[in-house]
């Protein structure tokens, strides 16, 4: 039987801007606000926890410190617990966590939950085979913008330029991406095929070589770790979208901010994740 007043915590402290300080600081918050973590996965030297790991445990709630990449690959697999799920803003770019929350800040989204004033709510996701995305998949060459979310990582401007450097070159001459069902856009395809998944279905947009060039001027944009905005083709929203190599190669993907690789042709799908997660905002 799970107990939604046992608390566990996982966190990267090598993630984002988080770090050993920070999240001593989240564990003593917790604590003050009477949900002292029963036990801590820092996942920067230890695996990630699973269902079975959880329900023995008698686990109810999840609280999450991580980035958008680690947050997919934890929670992905634990569809269909029962438990509870906390999102906090442990990574560079937090996505799902604004999704759930206002204001998107740990101090405000632990009180509001020690307040017992976060509401439980289930999230649009894409699906493709093997594969799930909370947040957002970039298709195409230019999913090699994720290697410039390193250098924000790290901290290391000397990086983000020399990687944003490359991934313009490579976004210009890699193998383009079509969207062939429904066919929207241009017949020779993207650089980069950006999904998002939310109520109404699939937020399409395309990204053509020649806008991903134009990403040089949105240099304010990347140093304030926000390269998702920029030149693109605004595509609608759809249930269901197919994308095909145009080069017949296996297609570049950033899942959630993480590189990955799928098949000539995939097939994206609305889906549900089946997953209680706790808001505090619009949800």
Not at 6 to 12: F, K, S, T, Y
Not at 31 to 55: F, K, Q, W
Not at 65 to 82: Q, R, V, Y
Not at 95 to 115: G, K, N, S, Y
């Amino acid at each position: 039987m799970l107990d939604p007043a046992i608390l566990w915590l996982v966190a990267n402290s090598a993630s984002g801007s988080n770090d050993a300080t920070a999240l001593s600081e989240l564990i003593e918050r917790l604590r003050e606000a009477g949900h002292a973590p029963g036990r801590v996965v820092d996942v920067a030297n230890e695996d990630l926890p699973d269902r079975v790991a959880l329900e023995q445990g008698g686990v109810g709630t999840l609280a999450v410190f991580t980035g958008d990449g680690t947050l997919s690959a934890l929670l992905a697999p634990l569809e269909d617990w029962d438990g509870q799920v906390l999102v906090l803003p442990g990574g560079t770019t937090n996505l799902l966590a604004r999704m759930l929350h206002e204001p998107c800040e740990t101090a405000a989204i632990v009180a509001a939950f020690a307040a017992r004033q976060a509401r439980i709510v289930r999230r649009p996701c894409v699906r493709w085979p093997g594969h799930t995305a909370l947040c957002e998949v970039l298709a195409g060459p230019g999913a090699k913008w994720s290697d410039v979310r390193e250098g924000l990582r790290e901290g290391d401007l000397g990086m983000v330029a020399s990687t944003a450097v490359d991934a313009v070159k490579h976004s210009a001459s890699g193998a383009m991406v079509a969207i062939t069902s429904p066919a929207l856009g241009h017949p020779e395809g993207y650089a980069g095929v950006r999904i998002v998944p939310g109520n109404g279905g699939l937020d399409v947009s395309g990204y053509r070589s020649d806008s991903f060039g134009d990403y040089f001027k949105q240099g304010l944009a990347l140093l304030q770790r926000d390269f998702r905005e920029g030149p693109h083709d605004p595509l609608g929203a759809h249930p269901v979208l197919e994308c095909r190599s145009l080069d017949s190669v296996p297609i570049e993907l950033m899942i959630d901010g993480e590189r990955a690789q799928g098949g000539p042709e995939i097939r994206f799908s609305l889906a549900t994740l089946a997953l209680d997660l706790l808001a505090t905002g619009h949800g």
